[in-house]
């Protein structure tokens, strides 16, 4: 009897040491000490990766630009005083292009009547890459290459496909190129994202995850002054312009970035994590004098997508699969994310058709992406992250809807159409942040990578209801507000993140998934027992 007693004792003895053991953030941040400011410049400088992320996403709005004509007066069918809606149907030498014939796809290999299906297939190819490209590499990062080597990877296939892409023979060669350039892009933002805020002290990953955000805002804002520079010039320049710079800040990342010590430590190549360290902890202006023994000692419970490399290329997948709390967490902010990918890809394409200069709104939906950062990171320590996501889809979605019925060229329409947008991008950088925030280490890179899948195959749709739009904007604006309006509310589905540590392994993760349950259900009793008293 005195033994059936003592068992449970010493079982849940032995479960508050396993407890006491400090988990991996625990004992990071008693190595490195307090982020310095050149470890901060050194994961800024690699959230700059984000500008070319943005210039690659956005080009084709100016690449693929439907270019304004105008009548010759040599024939009678076309007046220059009464213009027809389209040159299509008019004879040949009756209509000019305003500008050269190579300042875009469209004009210089006369898209312009070939159907919009045609005239959206880059634009869609480059999403289709994307979105192959992130279901194809989203687990290396997390398994075999790590976070440093995956996004070096992908810079430079994005990088060399954009160089490739300015010398595109036709429209064909063209969209091939585009999806090559979509694939290798696939992977920058998720590792950039994951990397930056790992290599950095608790105190500074918001910051620097809002960092991304801004750069990737700098990349847009280039793109309409590159295209203005350009406006005379071939298409093929802008693509010379982003990819070569690109190129060279590859180099530069692969002498001065790390990989992350927490994924190394999740991999069990503890030998590799102590020298990224020690690295970092020179940079703080700390040095590592001890033997490692806390690290030794730490919490790292191994799982089915975490330390050692067991289980292969997709094990994370699986890890995830096998959950159903992951599984819940990951379809709900997907299919939000999807919602909110259609809007924020489409949007920019979709300025054309608000009838105002090419330019200047293409600028002010890039301006609208600042305050949007600047905001997320005064806020982002004090919201929470479920609410704000629905509250932010919601009028999103509401703002679109609007742009339809509100008549074409007014302020009143461009005003609407920038107030979705903002309502998106917020909704975008706090749903990437919400990810980070939702899954542990082991899983991480592929979870949020996976999350920016769904945002890209909204991307994918995009472009082809963008050239249905042109003729009728219900086809633009109109789903794009419901599709926003009404996944976002799935976001209700996901647990509060505000305020929590970072797990690092699946077990940790449903750890806390289980106290959190006890919580509830304790808070939901004593409230039932307090009705009853009363």
């Not at 060399?160 to 060669?173: D, E, K």
């Not at 918001?206 to 847009?220: E, R, Y």
């Not at 312009?241 to 990342?253: A, D, F, H």
């Not at 920019?348 to 002010?364: I, K």
């Amino acid at each position: 009897m005195a033994e059936t007693a003592d068992a449970p004792l010493l079982t849940s003895h032995k479960k508050a040491k396993l407890a006491k053991a400090p988990s991996i953030d625990d004992t990071i941040e008693t190595y490195i000490g307090a982020t310095g400011s050149m470890q901060l410049l050194k994961a800024v400088l690699l959230a700059f990766a984000w500008a070319f992320d943005a210039q690659q996403v956005f080009i084709s709005v100016f690449t693929d630009a439907e270019p304004e004509w105008h009548c010759t007066g040599a024939s009678a069918s076309c007046s220059p005083a009464a213009p027809p809606a389209s040159p299509c149907a008019l004879p040949s030498g009756a209509w000019a292009w305003d500008r050269p014939a190579e300042t875009t796809v469209v004009s210089e290999w006369a898209l312009k009547c070939a159907g919009p299906a045609l005239v959206s297939l880059p634009a869609s190819s480059f999403f289709a890459g994307c979105l192959a490209g992130g279901f194809l590499l989203t687990t290396l990062a997390d398994s075999l290459l790590g976070r440093k080597k995956m996004l070096l990877t992908s810079l430079v296939s994005m990088s060399v496909a954009g160089v490739l892409t300015a010398f595109a023979p036709n429209v064909w060669a063209y969209a091939a190129l585009r999806f090559v350039s979509g694939f290798g892009r696939s992977m920058v933002g998720t590792c950039t994202l994951v990397l930056s805020t790992e290599l950095v002290g608790k105190r500074w990953r918001d910051t620097v995850s809002v960092a991304g955000f801004i750069f990737f805002t700098v990349g847009f804002l280039s793109l309409p002054a590159l295209g203005y520079t350009f406006r005379e010039a071939s298409w093929r320049n802008m693509y010379l312009w982003t990819s070569v710079p690109s190129l060279c800040y590859s180099v530069l990342l692969y002498f001065l970035a790390q990989e992350s010590p927490r994924w190394l430590l999740v991999r069990g190549r503890k030998q590799d994590a102590m020298e990224t360290l020690q690295q970092i902890a020179s940079l703080n202006g700390n040095s590592i004098t001890s033997s490692f023994s806390m690290l030794h000692a730490c919490n790292m419970q191994e799982d089915d997508g975490g330390a050692g490399g067991a289980g292969g290329v997709f094990s994370t997948m699986r890890a995830m699969w096998e959950r159903p709390w992951a599984l819940r967490r990951l379809a709900a902010i997907m299919t939000t994310g999807f919602g909110v990918g259609m809007v924020y890809y489409g949007m920019p394409l979709n300025v054309g058709s608000l009838g105002t200069n090419l330019y200047l709104s293409v600028t002010y939906n890039a301006l609208a992406e600042l305050p949007s950062a600047i905001l997320s990171l005064i806020f982002i320590g004090r919201i929470n992250r479920r609410s704000s996501v629905v509250a932010l889809t919601v009028a999103a979605g509401a703002f679109s809807l609007a742009c339809v019925v509100i008549p074409e060229g007014s302020a009143a329409r461009m005003a609407a159409e920038l107030l979705s947008f903002f309502s998106t991008i917020t909704a975008f950088n706090l749903i990437l942040i919400y990810s980070i925030e939702l899954f542990p280490t082991s899983v991480r890179n592929s979870a949020v990578g996976l999350v920016r899948q769904a945002l890209v195959l909204g991307g994918v749709v995009a472009p082809m209801l963008v050239a249905l739009g042109r003729e009728r904007s219900f086809w633009s604006f109109g789903v794009f507000g419901l599709c926003i309006g009404c996944l976002g509310l799935f976001a209700a589905c996901l647990p509060e993140t505000r305020g929590r540590s970072m797990s690092d392994t699946m077990e940790e993760e449903e750890h806390k998934e289980a106290a959190a349950a006890a919580c509830t259900g304790a808070t939901d009793i004593a409230t039932k027992d307090d009705s009853d008293l009363v």
